[in-house]
């Protein structure tokens, strides 16, 4: 079964460019995940969908980021413009489904590590 | 959204020897997982308890939940050099799954 695909892994750009990552989950897999991960700390959740639909979104900052996840499936986050803190690793994770304690283990890819000089 | 705070921050021990990091949490859960984060890599998943749940094995690993403490805890036995990487405790309340800044455990040969 193929994992959790995330492109591109590094990227380098001047703040005030603009960034996007790309993500294609596990087949199947209905809700998607972007979490950022600064150096030393852990996982910080940007967005989550369920399928299509946004399920959480309190924690992005909406005046520069953006994620869409069309049809269902694959998903972008949009990073415009870049700010110095924006350097971090982001990590795209999918599951089978969220609710309750139906809410199981979520798989990870192996992260898009952006560096804004 | 809540998240696990982790202890100790970080842990160092020697091939053989057991681990064990605690997870405390602050409202009510579903479940709570465990991941493992090795440097430069994305997480992967170790075990889920559930909240009716006490005890959980997997392997050489043991999870230990205290609902009324709202803390967790988890054993490595007879760790390994591979053992070395950033444990992460998440509290899931209802859809919501969050991280702390997690256990760095270092394995010495």
């Known amino acids: 079964e193929a994992g959790v695909a995330q492109s591109p892994r590094y990227k380098i750009i001047e703040k005030r460019q603009s960034v996007a990552f790309w993500c294609n989950p596990i087949?199947?897999?209905?809700?998607l995940y972007w979490y950022q991960q600064i150096l030393g700390q852990g996982p910080k959740l940007l967005i989550q969908?369920?399928?299509?639909?946004?399920?959480?979104d309190s924690q992005l900052p909406k005046d520069r980021f953006s994620a869409e996840r069309l049809k269902g499936v694959d998903s972008t986050l949009k990073i415009q413009p870049a700010k110095l803190e924006d350097s971090a690793v982001y990590l795209c994770?999918?599951?089978?489904?969220?609710?309750?304690?139906?809410?199981?283990?979520?798989?990870f890819g192996e992260g898009s590590r952006l560096t804004v000089l | 959204s809540q998240q696990g705070e982790e202890d100790p921050q970080a842990l160092s021990i020697q091939e053989g020897e057991n681990a064990t990091m605690n997870c405390s949490y602050k409202?009510?859960?579903?479940?709570l997982q465990w991941y493992r984060q090795n440097s430069g890599r994305g997480l992967v998943h170790l075990i889920l308890i559930r909240s009716n749940e006490r005890e959980k094995h997997s392997g050489r690993l043991r999870v230990t939940l205290d609902t009324s403490k709202k803390s967790s805890s988890l054993l490595i036995t007879a760790s390994r050099a591979a053992d070395t990487a950033s444990y992460f405790c998440?509290?899931?309340?209802?859809?919501?799954?969050?991280f702390g800044a997690g256990t760095t455990v270092t394995v010495r040969a």
């Open positions: 969908f369920q399928n299509n639909g946004v399920v959480d």
């Open positions: 087949s199947g897999h209905a809700t």
């Open positions: 994770a999918s599951s089978l489904a969220a609710g309750g304690a139906n809410t199981g283990e979520l798989f």
């Open positions: 998440a509290p899931v309340n209802d859809y919501k799954l969050s």
């Open positions: 409202t009510s859960i579903n479940n």
